[in-house]
C-alpha cells in the first residue's frame, strides 16, 4: 500500500494524490514550518490581548469543555496556571465515559479546583443517535475524513451544549482542549455570532430523526438565547496555538493526580465508544478517522512519522467493541 512518505496518511484516503518523490498532497499544501510558528505567535498574542479585554466581566471568564483525558486536563491548567482565568468546566456524559475518566475528573477537579458541571441526556436519546449515526448519511465527507459519524456526532453535542451554558453565564470564552491535530489554526479563536451559532445548530438538529430531535432540543440553545446577539462567546482551542509535548501534558495530567486509562483504545484518554466508533468508520469507508489528525501532528513536528504509523496500527480492542455492541442491542 502507498503511504506518504512524510506523513501517515495512505492511498485510502479520500482525494489523495501524490508526487514524484512520494509525497502526498495534504503535505504539499500546508504551511511551512516557519509559517505555522509565526500565525500560532500571532493567535496567542492575540488571545493575552482578548484576556486583557474581558477578564472578569462575567462570573466565570471561561466555560471549558472537560472530558476528563490529557488534552482537556492540560487545557485546564493551562487556563488556570498560566492564564489566571476563573472558570466553569462541564462534561459531556455520553453514557460510555470511561471508569477510569470518571475518576479522573473528580481527581482533577479537587486539585485543580474549578466548577464543573456534568450534562448527561436520557440513555435512549444517546443511542439513538449512535444508532442514526452509523446507519445515515450524517454529516459531510469533508467532516468524515477528521473524525468518525459518530464522534462527530458527540463533538456537536458539545458544542452546543456548551454555547448554552457559556451563553447563560455570560461567559466570554468557550473553550475546548482539541489537539493541534483536531483543530487546524484557522479555528484557533473565532468569535461567534448568533446568527451562525442558530444556523449551525439547525443544522445538526435537522440531520436527526424527528423524535430525537425534539429530545435534545432542550440541551442546545433556545429562542430566548438569540435574542441578545452580544452575549455569544469566543470559541478557543489553545492547544492550536501553544506548544504541545504529549509527554510533558502526561506529566503536568499526572500532577493533579490524572491516571493513563487502561480501559480505552490508544486514541481516547476518556470514552469507551471511541474504538467502536473507529471500527464502523473503518469497516465503511476503509480508513482510520485518526489518520487527518495524525499525519497532521507528524506535519507540524509533534509526533514522529513512526509513532503516527505505529499508533494507527495498534489493533482496536476487541472486547470494548464487543460491550459497547451489547449496550447498544445490535449484537
Not at 43 to 52: A, D, H, K, V, Y
Not at 133 to 160: G, Q, V, Y
Amino acid at each position: 500500500m502507498k503511504i506518504c512518505t512524510k506523513c501517515v496518511l495512505d492511498e485510502r484516503f479520500p482525494g489523495i494524490r501524490f508526487d514524484a518523490d512520494g509525497q502526498c498532497s495534504y503535505c504539499s499544501s500546508a504551511k511551512a514550518t516557519q509559517q505555522h510558528a509565526a500565525e500560532k505567535a500571532r493567535l496567542e498574542s492575540r488571545f493575552t490581548e482578548l484576556l486583557c479585554e474581558h477578564r472578569g466581566s462575567a462570573s466565570y471568564d471561561c466555560v471549558v469543555a472537560y472530558s476528563g483525558g490529557k488534552d482537556s486536563t492540560y487545557t485546564l491548567h493551562l487556563l488556570r496556571k498560566k492564564y489566571g482565568l476563573k472558570l466553569l468546566a462541564f462534561s459531556f456524559d455520553n453514557w460510555f465515559q470511561s471508569e477510569m475518566a470518571a475518576r479522573n475528573i473528580r481527581t482533577v477537579l479537587s486539585n485543580i479546583n474549578v466548577d464543573h458541571l456534568t450534562v448527561t441526556p436520557r440513555f435512549e436519546t444517546i443511542k439513538g443517535i449512535i444508532l442514526a449515526s452509523i446507519s445515515n448519511d450524517m454529516h459531510s465527507k469533508k467532516a468524515l475524513t477528521r473524525a468518525s459519524s459518530i464522534c462527530t456526532s458527540c463533538i456537536s453535542f458539545i458544542r452546543f451544549v456548551g454555547f448554552r451554558i457559556a451563553v447563560e453565564q455570560v461567559a466570554p470564552f468557550l473553550v475546548f482542549g482539541m489537539s493541534p491535530g483536531q483543530a487546524p489554526l484557522a479555528t484557533a479563536i473565532v468569535k461567534t455570532n448568533a446568527p451562525l451559532i442558530r444556523i449551525t445548530q439547525d443544522g445538526f438538529l435537522n440531520l436527526l430523526p424527528e423524535q430525537f430531535r425534539d429530545m435534545l432540543s432542550p440541551l442546545f440553545l433556545q429562542e430566548r438565547h438569540f435574542q441578545n446577539p452580544e452575549i455569544f462567546p469566543y470559541s478557543v482551542n489553545p492547544l492550536a496555538f501553544t506548544d504541545y509535548d504529549e509527554r510533558r501534558i502526561l506529566r503536568i495530567a499526572e500532577g493533579y493526580g490524572w491516571k493513563k486509562p487502561s480501559d480505552t483504545d490508544v486514541n481516547s484518554t476518556n470514552c469507551l465508544l471511541n474504538a467502536f466508533a473507529n471500527q464502523v468508520h473503518i469497516d465503511r469507508f476503509g480508513f482510520n478517522p485518526y489518520a487527518y489528525e495524525i499525519a497532521e501532528m507528524v506535519r507540524i513536528g509533534y509526533m514522529t512519522r513512526k509513532e503516527g504509523l505505529d499508533r494507527l496500527s495498534q489493533p482496536l480492542p476487541a472486547e470494548q467493541i464487543k460491550h459497547v455492541k451489547r449496550t447498544l442491542g445490535i449484537g
